[in-house]
């Protein structure tokens, strides 16, 4: 991530940007702490939350068949042919 979307942000400041309450703000940032997201938050004058440098946006938590689908939907968007989905193929086997 760069120093730009790195930032320090209170809650006041994320709800207000995302026409939220600050309550809503709370449930999404434990909501994203127990998927796994290393969500920070710093409390004082200072304070704020933040995600840490070291989260790799890559979605982790799909199965194979939400990959394939996802892939699919990439490059029908690009203009090109997808593969087709063969869901047999993926019967039982998850990456979750």
Do not use: C, W
């Amino acid at each position: 991530m760069d120093a730009a979307v790195r930032q320090k942000l209170t809650a006041a400041q994320i709800a207000d940007s995302l026409e939220i309450s600050v309550r809503t703000v709370y449930r999404y940032i434990d909501a994203l702490g127990a998927s796994g997201v290393p969500v920070v938050a710093e409390s004082g004058h200072d304070g704020g939350v933040y995600i840490l440098d070291s989260f790799s946006e890559t979605p982790l938590f799909f199965n194979a068949l939400e990959l394939k689908a996802t892939s699919a939907a990439k490059r029908k968007r690009s203009g090109k042919k997808p593969a087709p989905l063969r869901l047999s193929a993926l019967k039982g086997s998850l990456i979750r």
